[in-house]
Every structure is written in structure tokens, then in C-alpha cells.
């Protein structure tokens, strides 16, 4: 069992940088693959980006290629979102969650976090 808590959210500006946290309780949680998602107000979850246990294999939506970075530190079991270069279409709550391999489908992940807001005003 893993236990997900997502922190660093908050309003910005555009162009701005937020760097999100994902703090994991649990001794499996170097074995996870850990993805991002984020919803915004009436649209569905969108894949933003995940890695794997090792943090050497990463997959990112296309939206955000180029200016959010995922990283992880295991003996902190921590997973961090590096978001740069915001825009006011960025504006969501985002979610991690935990899975068995990488995929960029919000259903093939076990376990979420309850979500940080992200909010970018032009």
C-alpha cells in the first residue's frame, strides 16, 4: 500500500514556476512508477508526465514538453513536477499517482493523492 500527498501548488502568474512535491508513505514506493495528472473545472484528467522507479525513463504530454520536468528521490520518497513557463491553460489540480509501468492512462495507476491546486492568471 502506498499513501500519496501532493504538495507546492498555488496561484501564479503566467511565465511563472511552481514546483509541485508528491510525498509517499509505504517501503515499496522505490518500485513505483509515478505519473502526474491534472484536471481542470469540467474536463476530464489529463496525463502530464510520469517516470519510472528509477527516474531514468520519463514520458511527457505534449503540452507540457519542454517546460515541466519530473524527477524523483527515492530515499525521500518523494516525486517532484518542476512546472516553468506557466500558462493560464495550466490552471488544474494536479494529481500524482502511483503504478506498476508507465503509461499516460489515469486508469492504469493504483493509488492518487487528494491533489494540489495550480492556478495561472494571465
Known amino acids: 500500500q502506498v499513501q500519496l500527498v501532493e504538495s507546492g501548488g498555488g496561484l501564479v502568474q503566467a511565465g511563472d514556476s511552481l514546483r509541485l512535491s508528491c510525498a509517499a508513505s509505504g517501503r515499496t514506493f522505490s518500485s513505483y512508477v509515478v505519473g502526474w495528472f491534472r484536471q481542470a473545472p469540467g474536463k476530464e484528467r489529463d496525463f502530464v508526465a510520469t517516470?519510472?522507479?528509477?527516474?531514468?525513463?520519463?514520458r511527457f504530454a505534449d503540452s507540457v514538453r519542454g517546460r515541466f520536468t519530473i524527477s524523483r528521490d527515492n530515499a525521500e520518497k518523494t516525486v517532484y513536477l518542476q512546472l516553468s513557463s506557466l500558462k493560464p491553460e495550466d490552471t488544474a489540480v494536479y494529481y500524482c499517482a502511483g503504478g506498476s509501468y508507465i503509461s499516460d492512462n489515469y486508469r492504469d495507476y493504483d493509488y492518487w493523492g487528494q491533489g494540489t491546486q495550480v492556478t495561472v492568471s494571465s
Open positions: 517516470l519510472d522507479w528509477s527516474g531514468r525513463t520519463t
